[in-house]
């Protein structure tokens, strides 16, 4: 089992930066992906951003070179460094571990979540 325990959400004005961490225990040698998910009232969930055991990153089209995930040197931190914030980025952020696939990855363990709200 893997335990995923999200913080750093909070209130940010439009235009600023928040920095969100995910501190991943357990048996971490079942999981070689990570990534954040994101879900605002009234909408459905949507992938932010993931990264792999190698390095390699992906990330939601409107978000490149806006947003950046970063991970220690295993799995156990991973982090979001999220900057001109939007209001439109107001949602619960959740950290997702699994392991890879062809086309997505297998997402097997999830955190409760921190939110975030960007005010305008």
């Known amino acids: 089992q893997v335990q995923l325990v999200e913080s750093g959400g909070g209130l940010v004005q439009a235009g600023g930066s928040l920095r969100l961490t995910c501190a991943a225990s357990?048996?971490?040698?079942?999981?070689?992906?990570m990534g954040w998910y994101r879900q605002a009232p009234g909408k459905q969930r949507e992938l932010v951003a993931s990264?792999?055991?190698?390095?390699?990153?992906n990330y939601a089209d409107p978000l490149r070179g806006r947003f950046n995930i970063f991970r220690g040197a295993g799995m156990n931190i991973v982090a979001l460094q999220m900057n001109s914030l939007k209001a439109e980025d107001t949602a619960g952020y959740y950290c997702?571990?699994?392991?890879?696939?062809?086309?997505?990855?297998?997402?097997?363990?999830w955190g409760e979540g921190t939110q975030v709200t960007v005010s305008s």
């Open positions: 997702a571990g699994g392991r890879q696939r062809v086309i997505t990855p297998d997402w097997r363990y």
């Open positions: 990264i792999t055991e190698g390095g390699s990153t």
């Open positions: 357990g048996m971490l040698g079942s999981i070689n992906v």
